[in-house]
């Protein structure tokens, strides 16, 4: 289930002719960003509140420039 700030952001940052991989830039930068404020930066309880392994929670920091 999408969060309206999710939703927003999704119709606000993707233009109906963009690819799917933009589209999934956004929600995911999105998502990480919205771990960070409820995890208050600890980034092990953000990779596993997102599923992912903690390497690629840091990798997507840096490709979305997400202050850490």
């Known amino acids: 289930?999408?969060?309206d700030k999710l939703r927003q952001g999704?119709?606000?940052s993707w233009r109906k002719d963009g690819a799917l991989?933009?589209?999934?830039?956004?929600?995911?930068r999105d998502m990480v960003q919205a771990a960070l404020?409820?995890?208050k930066g600890n980034k092990t309880r953000m990779a596993k509140q997102l599923g992912?392994?903690?390497?690629?929670?840091?990798?997507?920091l840096k490709a979305y420039e997400i202050d850490r």
């Open 1 to 3: 289930v999408l969060s």
């Open 10 to 12: 999704m119709q606000t």
């Open 21 to 28: 991989r933009d589209a999934i830039e956004v929600v995911e």
């Open 37 to 39: 404020e409820r995890c």
């Open 52 to 60: 992912i392994t903690r390497w690629t929670l840091l990798q997507k």
